[in-house]
């Protein structure tokens, strides 16, 4: 088992940065992928961003490239989503997930996931 808590999110105008972490614990994941994904009101969950814990490769949705940075610090199990120039269609609620997944961009392929963070930008 794998438990994942999410925090840091909130309230922010557009153009801000807010940085989301997620603490994880229990078995090892070292040959994880952790990612993130958000879900708007009213939209199905969809990628943000993940990363391979071992190796540290990164991968992106064009629509936050450029603009959010994940990474990871394996000293503390945490993992982070640094989000700039934010827009007010990046509001949603942000998961954190881990597994071990063939498509990265597939949330079905996770089976772990953190209760999730609310992010609003407003306009």
């Known amino acids: 088992q794998v438990q994942l808590v999410e925090s840091g999110g909130g309230l922010v105008q557009a153009g801000g940065s807010l940085r989301l972490s997620c603490a994880a614990s229990?078995?090892?994941?070292?040959?994880?992928?952790m990612g993130w994904f958000r879900q708007a009101p009213g939209k199905e969950r969809e990628f943000v961003a993940a990363?391979?814990?071992?190796?540290?490769?990164?991968y992106y949705a064009d629509s936050v490239k450029g603009r959010f940075t994940i990474s990871r610090d394996k000293a503390k199990n945490t993992m982070y989503l640094q989000m700039n120039s934010l827009k007010p269609e990046d509001t949603a609620v942000y998961y954190c997930?881990?597994?071990?997944?063939?498509?990265?961009?597939?949330?079905?392929?996770?089976?772990?996931w953190g209760q999730g963070t609310q992010v609003t930008v407003s306009s």
């Open positions: 997930a881990a597994d071990d997944p063939r498509a990265l961009g597939n949330s079905d392929e996770y089976d772990y």
């Open positions: 229990g078995r090892t994941f070292s040959r994880y992928t």
């Open positions: 990363i391979s814990w071992s190796v540290g490769t990164t």
